[in-house]
C-alpha cells in the first residue's frame, strides 16, 4: 500500500561561494529517495541565483526527449530546490504550514552550507511544472 505522507526531506549544499555542489531529496516517512539524482550534473555548480530564475530546459537539453515520469521527477527537483533556495535567502516563510520549513543550517569551517528541511509538496503541486508540451489544459478547456 503506498504511503500517504508526500512530506519530503531535502539536503542542499553550497559552496563558500554560493554554488549548489549536491542535493538529494528522500521522503520523510521511509528515507527513500524520491526520484534520484538525475539533475544533479545538470545543475551542480550553479550560482545561487542563477537557479532560482531556471526552468529545467535552461539545463537539460533533451528534455523533450525523456518520459513524462522523469520529465516530471527533474521538475519537481528544481522546484524543491528553489523553494529550500527561496526560504534560506529570506523569499519565504519557512514556516511548518508552509510548503518548505527549514529544519537545519550547518556552516562548516570549510565554507560549505548545508540547509536541510522539509517540503509538503501537497501544498503546492499545481506550480511544479509536469510536462514540457503537455496538452492537459487544452483537453480541459474543451
Known amino acids: ?8 526531506i531535502i539536503e542542499l549544499t553550497l559552496d563558500s561561494d554560493e554554488m549548489l555542489q549536491d542535493f538529494i531529496l528522500t521522503k520523510k516517512s521511509c ?3 524520491v526520484g534520484g539524482r538525475e539533475l544533479l550534473p545538470y545543475i551542480k555548480g550553479k550560482p545561487v541565483q542563477e537557479l532560482m530564475n531556471a ?7 533533451d528534455l523533450d526527449q525523456l518520459d513524462p ?6 521538475c519537481k527537483h528544481l522546484y524543491s530546490i528553489q523553494v529550500c533556495l527561496g526560504v534560506f535567502l529570506g523569499m519565504g516563510r519557512g514556516k511548518k504550514s508552509d510548503v518548505f520549513a527549514i ?3 550547518k556552516y562548516e569551517t570549510s565554507g560549505t552550507t548545508t540547509i536541510e528541511g522539509l517540503i509538503n509538496l501537497a501544498l503546492k503541486t499545481e506550480e511544479i511544472k509536469s510536462c514540457h508540451g503537455c496538452k492537459c489544459s487544452s483537453k480541459k478547456a474543451k
Open 1 to 8: 500500500m503506498p504511503c500517504s505522507d508526500v512530506t519530503e
Open 103 to 105: 529544519e537545519n543550517v
Open 31 to 33: 528515507g527513500k529517495s
Open 55 to 61: 526552468v529545467v530546459e535552461d539545463y537539460v537539453p
Open 69 to 74: 515520469i522523469s520529465e516530471f521527477l527533474l
